[in-house]
Nanobody, 123 residues
């Protein structure tokens, strides 16, 4: 089994940057990719991007592609989501997840999820 846990959320001002971390534990040898999603209460969970666990290959949603970036350190079992030029519309709970698939934008393809970390952006 795999466990993942996010951290780094908080309150920021519009235009600020924030970096979220996601630490994986357990049998991480089976992980093929780490994905990031976000959810606003009352709305569906939105795919942000994913990164290959072994390859570092990234995919991003169009809504964040120019502002957010993903990185990973397999040795530290950690993935990061760097968020720049944050906007009020980025306010959400951010989740990381692990999957045995090489990449996916579908939350159903992810087997292990963290509890989420909230990010609030104020104008």
């Amino acid at each position: 089994q795999v466990q993942v846990a996010e951290s780094g959320g908080g309150s920021v001002q519009a235009g600020d940057s924030r970096k979220l971390s996601c630490v994986a534990s357990g049998d991480t040898t089976i992980i093929r990719a780490m994905g990031w999603f976000r959810q606003v209460p009352g709305k569906s969970r939105e795919f942000i991007g994913d990164i290959g666990w072994n390859t570092g290959t990234t995919h991003y949603s169009k809504s964040v592609k120019d502002r957010f970036s993903l990185s990973i350190d397999k040795g530290q079992r950690t993935a990061w989501l760097q968020m720049n030029s944050l906007q009020v519309e980025d306010t959400a709970i951010y989740f990381c997840a692990a999957t045995v698939h090489s990449f996916s934008s579908f939350q159903l393809d992810y087997q292990w999820w963290g509890q989420g970390t909230p990010v609030t952006v104020s104008s």
